[in-house]
């Protein structure tokens, strides 16, 4: 019964507002009986699984298909940081206190809107206000403005417009060990208009700010991390999970799906035209076969499953795959390509140094997370679209993958089943027409 029911994860819709969490519990527990164990976030973001659902394939959908690959560069930046952090002697990182509620009341949390601040001791070093606490915004467009090369050049700098923009007038500790490189995190995730904004609230990013003008302990940071946190995995992960078991392009589901509904109405044909003739009932059981196949392929493309790349564990390559690239590793399909994505892990280390040039959207630093500019683009858009529905396939790896495809065919299968066999006795049990 389970299986008749079966559904794939729930597309969770884009909040344009950080989620709350009483609404990750809600989307969390929804989908976690959809996705098996070997697809979990942490399976995902550790480079555990392999295609389609890798950590490269999930960079992947952020940034060509959801469009929030900050959040992820972000959250991997953050682990690396972490680790380097708690690497470093002591007393280097004595110098950068672990930063709590404690440490917010040592230095003033902030009052709350409308209400005077009187505690003892405030007022000469930090001042904050959130009745005033407004972001300039551009004169001419009256948006945030947009930080340009020369500012994210300049990090140090930038942190300084970005704490005045939140009313933030106090200047940071520069002993503190990485205080440059969490300028750069600043200029580039935290400072209104900075190329890889996170999606913060007001409050939520000037807490981070003021935490981060005291310390750079990785504490500082649990505000940011808590939201990035909380929309990867519930909505993200589910949203990039139920998008990998899709293993058509749109030409090829659209096709398939078109395919399904000219079988559904040629088995209608085929029963009309017999049930008027003199031919006998039986010879009307052919419908159900035209029947059978169009409600399969109608049911199983409305949930993203090409019956035909299906019968070959194939899928199509996606857009930004098929065009090799030195910097965003292609999955043309190869005999070793299970081995080349799982030794390649090394990839996706968010560490600010690196050996090579990579893909942008594998840097923690780095331009903004547009790719209008990429060569397979043009060449996609420009591509025939016979040659897309019948575009290049690979194998698809991942076993679980492969298991939730196998219950949405099967799911399929006996629904069709189940509608043809009682149309087929409707069409059989009506009297011959005899006209011809």
């Given amino acids: 019964m389970s299986l008749l029911f079966y559904r794939r994860p729930d597309y969770v819709e884009k909040n344009q507002r950080p989620m709350s969490a009483s609404d990750y519990q809600k989307y969390s527990e929804k989908q976690r009986a959809a996705i098996p164990p070997e697809l979990s976030f942490e399976y995902v973001v550790a480079n555990r699984a392999i295609p389609p659902c890798s950590l490269q394939d999930f960079m992947g959908y952020l940034l060509y298909v959801s469009h929030d690959a900050e959040n992820l560069q972000f959250y991997l930046w953050f682990q690396d940081y972490s680790k380097r952090f708690l690497a470093t002697p002591r007393t280097e990182q004595a110098l950068s206190p672990l930063w709590d509620d404690d440490a917010a009341l040592a230095v003033g949390s902030d009052p709350g809107p409308g209400m005077p601040d009187k505690r003892p001791g405030l007022g000469t070093e930090f001042q904050f206000d959130f009745d005033t606490n407004e972001v300039t915004l551009d004169p001419i467009t009256g948006q945030q403005p947009v930080l340009s090369a020369a500012a994210l050049s300049n990090p140090a700098h930038t942190v300084e417009v970005a704490n ?116 006998p009932r ?39 795959e098929q065009y090799s690239n030195d910097s965003w590793p292609s999955q043309m399909a190869s005999d070793d390509s299970d081995e080349v994505t799982l030794a390649g892990s090394d990839m996706y280390s968010m560490s600010p140094v690196h050996g090579k040039k990579r893909h942008f959207a594998l840097e923690a630093f780095g331009t903004a997370n547009s790719y209008g500019h990429e060569v397979w683009v043009d060449k996609y858009r420009a591509k025939m679209m016979v040659r897309k529905v019948f575009d290049t396939r690979v194998w698809v790896q991942n076993e679980s993958v492969r298991l939730m495809q196998d219950k949405v065919a099967l799911q399929a299968l006996i629904w069709s089943i189940i509608v043809t066999v009682p149309l087929t006795a409707l069409f059989a049990a009506v009297p011959k027409g005899s006209f011809y």
């Fill in 282 to 320: 039986w010879y009307r059981l052919f419908a159900a076969l035209a029947w059978l196949l169009g409600f399969n392929f109608l049911l199983a493309g409305s949930n993203g499953i090409c019956l035909v790349l299906y019968a070959t564990r194939d899928r199509h390559l996606r857009p930004w």
């Fill in 164 to 279: 005045s923009q939140m009313g933030l007038k106090w200047q940071s500790f520069t002993i503190q060990p990485f205080r440059s490189e969490i300028n750069r995190v600043i200029s580039h995730y935290l400072a209104p208009g900075s190329p890889r904004e996170l999606n913060l609230s007001q409050r939520d990013r000037t807490a981070c700010l003021r935490a981060l003008q005291h310390t750079t302990h990785p504490s500082a940071f649990s505000v940011p991390m808590s939201v990035v946190t909380d929309s990867l995995r519930s909505q993200s992960h589910p949203n990039f999970i139920r998008w990998s078991l899709v293993n058509g392009n749109k030409p090829r589901m659209i096709f398939g799906r078109s395919l399904g509904a000219v079988n559904i109405l040629f088995g209608f044909v085929i029963a009309i035209v017999l049930t008027l003739s003199s031919k």
